[in-house]
């Protein structure tokens, strides 16, 4: 929890609670349902919380964001940035229905309002966001694929609408048909060695495709 509050000063006083109940709500909840191997569960905080909450270092969402999380696992990095964000309203999708009924108990432990979750592939959802969120699910050119046509038109955010996805390692070549897309270094903005080969790739998607 310290880690949270070093680089993120500035929360509320129920943001810092809820950001505290996370762990005992997902470790209650993974002796159940396994979701988070137990070696990330003990570091919640770093490989989880903080790491989710990259993103919000390279984009700040503005008050009425609409942002949806593919394949969110047990809650990554949606559940984090909810909290970070109360004004913004998340859509949490995953195939896999038993990691839903964690990500749905932990939103329900913590009170979230701004947070629903969909049990199918995305590929399904017609619905728009200004971005679209992901912690290394697929290759790039699968994950473009997947989420075409799921950009809102209207821009209000600083970055241009579009994916921002959470990848480790040499993206190069994964990247190289990607002009626009930019790669932030998460060691710009965390200190921590487990970081040292983690990014935030944001991609820019025109509106329908």
């Not at 950009?151 to 990247?175: R, V």
Request: glycine share 6%; charged share 25%; net charge neutral.
């Amino acid at each position: 929890m310290e880690l949270i509050q070093k680089y993120f000063p500035n929360l509320t006083d129920d943001q810092i609670e809820k950001f505290k109940k996370l762990e005992s709500l997902y470790q209650d909840w993974n002796l159940k349902i396994n979701v988070v191997s137990r070696k990330d569960i003990d570091e919640l905080y770093l490989r989880h919380v903080l790491h989710s909450l990259a993103i919000a270092k390279v984009m700040p969402f503005n008050p009425g964001a609409k942002i949806m999380d593919v394949g969110t696992g047990g809650g990554f990095p949606g559940v984090p940035l909810a909290i970070l964000y109360p004004d913004c309203s998340f859509h949490l999708v995953d195939s896999i229905a038993k990691k839903l009924k964690v990500v749905n108990e932990v939103v329900e432990g913590l009170g979230l309002t701004n947070v629903k979750t969909t049990h199918t592939r995305v590929e399904e959802i017609n619905e728009t966001y200004d971005f679209i969120v992901s912690r290394a699910v697929a290759a790039m050119p699968t994950f473009v694929h997947w989420v075409k046509g799921k950009i809102a038109k209207k821009q209000n955010h600083e970055l241009k609408n579009g994916i921002l996805y959470l990848k480790g390692g040499d993206l190069s070549e994964e990247l190289q048909d990607y002009k626009s897309a930019t790669i932030y270094s998460i060691t710009d903005f965390y200190s921590e060695d487990f970081f040292d080969t983690k990014k935030v790739v944001h991609l820019p998607m025109k509106f329908k495709g």
